[in-house]
């Protein structure tokens, strides 16, 4: 069946070098209408984009604003120049998205208009170290934190149908973090997402990138990262009063409940202001909270009393059992404790 979606290559840019020229000039051949957002580059590369502007819309950004910024602001002009249907393919200038692996994603976008197509690299040994760790831990959290497979979190190669551009320009994040919030969002929202085997190109060991590895991750990372710590503090106050309580009356239900309601009222009041700043009204999310701690309680006793009847020690089956929680607390909490309803 012929594809009757028109396409839009949409692709940020900083500091480009020659590679996005030929890019740009190859996609408007293959039919694409090309949308390059310039994020606050350097002067020396003025001369870039002034070649390309005879073949793409060039928008600029006075500064850098970083790359979630610089989607948005394509994806407003796309939203507001373009009539439906078409479909949008976000593509990175370093020349690590090869022209016809654009078309393989356009393609599935089409496809799959009401789903967000991933161009997917496989991450073989000759990847650079940093491409091979930073995937592979993305990859596992994503999976573990949303029940999720998505084998390559961190491409750029992504496609969708002009329905979904407003979710897209709905998502959190400047910088980095707005490829993976997309993902969370899209989770939340029961969009499906398709995956499409691309080639992986790693030009000069991928120094041409502009991502920074400490900087950028924290950025990706912060939620879970603050949710992590939330849980530790309220682990840590947990299982304090979990064994004074134990020692003092070697009941383990008792002591279990007791700490759990204190360490329960701390961690909600750090997660909605602190981990997911959610506005959400205080009475509706604090319902919904101890619906699930009740939840997590019961499941919690029984793990840890099973634990404890089959001969392990009950600090260590404490902390069996708390791990064993804490991605099902996250996840939930996450989609719909602190979820907020859509305007």
């Known amino acids: 069946?012929?594809?009757?979606?028109?396409?839009?290559?949409?692709?940020?840019?900083?500091?480009?070098?020659k590679r996005l020229i030929e890019?740009?000039?190859?996609?408007?051949?293959?039919s694409f209408s090309v949308l390059v957002v310039n994020d606050g580059s350097k002067k020396e590369?003025?001369?870039i984009f002034q070649a390309i502007a005879q073949d793409a819309v060039v928008l600029t950004h006075k500064q850098n604003r970083g790359k979630g910024a610089a989607l948005k602001t394509g994806l407003s002009y796309i939203r507001d120049r373009f009539s439906p249907p078409y479909v949008v393919v976000t593509a990175d200038a370093d020349g690590q998205h090869l022209p016809e692996d654009i078309l393989r994603v356009s393609e599935g976008a089409q496809n799959h208009p009401n789903c967000l197509v991933l161009g997917s690299r496989f991450i073989g040994m000759d990847a650079p170290l940093r491409s091979r760790v930073g995937n592979g831990i993305t990859r596992l959290i994503f999976r573990l934190s949303t029940g999720n497979a998505i084998y390559d979190t961190q491409t750029g190669l992504r496609g969708f149908g002009s329905g979904l551009v407003d979710d897209m320009l709905s998502v959190k994040g400047e910088r980095y973090e707005y490829e993976m919030n997309v993902?969370?969002?899209?989770?939340?929202?029961?969009?499906?997402?398709e995956e499409v085997p691309i080639q992986a190109v790693y030009l000069d060991h991928n120094t041409s990138s502009h991502f920074h590895p400490v900087k950028d991750s924290f950025r990706i990372y912060k939620e879970i990262l603050r949710f992590s710590a939330s849980s530790l503090l309220s682990f840590l106050i947990d299982y304090a009063f979990f064994c004074v309580l134990m020692a003092l009356t070697g009941m383990t239900v008792l002591s279990n409940v007791l700490a759990r309601i204190v360490s329960a009222s701390v961690n909600f009041t750090l997660n909605k202001s602190f981990v997911f700043g959610s506005r959400?009204?205080?009475?509706?999310?604090?319902?919904?909270?101890?619906?699930?701690?009740?939840?997590?309680?019961?499941c919690n006793t029984c793990i840890l009393k099973l634990l404890i009847a089959s001969g392990i020690p009950y600090m260590l089956a404490k902390i069996l059992t708390e791990t064993v929680m804490f991605i099902f607390s996250w996840t939930v909490q996450r989609f719909l404790v602190f979820k907020e309803a859509k305007a």
């Open 1 to 17: 069946m012929k594809l009757q979606h028109q396409q839009i290559a949409l692709i940020p840019a900083y500091c480009p070098d």
């Open 23 to 30: 890019l740009v000039r190859t996609l408007k051949e293959m």
């Open 45 to 47: 590369t003025e001369a």
């Open 183 to 193: 993902l969370l969002h899209l989770k939340q929202k029961k969009i499906q997402t």
């Open 280 to 298: 959400v009204r205080f009475l509706q999310a604090a319902a919904k909270y101890f619906a699930l701690a009740v939840v997590i309680l019961i």
